[in-house]
């Protein structure tokens, strides 16, 4: 497994990380999964504190229990539950995230977060204030690193101007190409992105052909639209599957760093990292985005 370094930081991720909001609540799975995770080279597992309302990170941290040091932990923080009966509201100020991101530590059995992320974001939110939490807690040790998780192009702009944030998290894929318009930018500021949903819930995956995915199609693709698209995928496959050619396409931009699938069963982690094996060429790129659409983002550009 290639590893990348994230940002400006020290922490070497895998191209190919674990995103845990798949898990399930069965202790003895999730272990399972993440335990096959790090034995195949995967070093980035992710989760959020909000995932389960808190049972993921401890099912994280149960599995992570004597190989910590295996791997560079992410988690988020930002959406408040504790004091509500049911959903959660976002709350993002100083106070909140220094109190939570010591439940976090609780949860997830450790002494320090490799990676905070802020879970979300507004071009209203106090910005300086929070920055001001996150380096404090880079100053007390808690975390190493921090970062946002986020697809609004004003909310990104403000971080990179203001921030020392060395990542940012966004939906990723050949059915979801938004972010291409800011990667280059984004990469000029030495920060990473780690692209979420590069299977596109199912759809950039032999399930297509099996009618295992949503009938409502993806964002702007219409169900006949990405079945067309994988079978020009398919076409080029020469044996490789179609999963990790979709897998190795967020990677083609050097700003990314890697690219967290989800697994809920260990057979799937088995599938996913094996697409570190496979290589896209530039002409397969070039066909990629042929045959797919350079959508943009319409809404909180400034």
């Known amino acids: 497994m290639r590893l990348n370094r994230l940002g400006s930081s020290e922490l070497q991720v895998s191209e190919l990380g674990l995103g845990c909001m798949s898990l399930g609540s069965d202790e003895k799975e999730a272990t399972k999964i993440i335990h096959k995770a790090l034995d195949k080279g995967v070093t980035l597992i992710d989760t959020a504190d ?77 910005i300086d204030e929070i920055i001001e939490a996150f380096e404090d807690l880079k100053a007390e040790g808690l975390i190493r690193e921090y970062g946002i998780s986020s697809i609004r192009p004003n909310v990104i702009k403000e971080y990179l101007k203001r921030s020392n944030i060395v990542s940012i998290m966004m939906q990723y894929s050949l059915l979801d ?88 069963s260990v057979e799937q982690v088995d599938d996913n990292t094996e697409a570190a094996n496979v290589d896209l060429s530039d002409e397969e790129i070039r066909l990629f985005k042929q045959w797919t659409k350079q959508t943009y983002y319409d809404k909180h550009r400034d």
């Open 50 to 126: 909000l995932y389960d309302f808190g049972n993921n990170e401890k099912l994280v941290g149960k599995a992570l229990k004597g190989k910590r040091e295996q791997c560079v932990l992410a988690t988020k923080v930002g959406n408040r539950w504790d004091h509500v009966d049911e959903g959660w509201e976002w709350a993002p100020n100083k106070d909140y995230i220094k109190t939570a991101v010591k439940r976090s530590l609780l949860r997830l059995d450790t002494d320090y977060i490799d990676l905070y992320q802020l879970h979300g974001g507004t071009i209203d939110d106090p």
């Open 177 to 264: 190409r938004r972010p291409e318009e800011w990667l280059n930018m984004i990469h000029t500021h030495d920060v990473s992105v780690i692209a979420r949903g590069p299977l596109a819930k199912g759809n950039l995956t032999d399930r297509i052909f099996t009618g295992r995915v949503s009938e409502k199609g993806f964002l702007d693709y219409a169900p006949s639209e990405i079945r067309n698209l994988m079978e020009k995928v398919k076409d080029i496959s020469d044996g490789r599957k179609l999963s990790h050619l979709a897998l190795c396409y967020p990677l083609h931009h050097p700003a990314v760093a890697t690219t967290i699938p989800g697994a809920s």
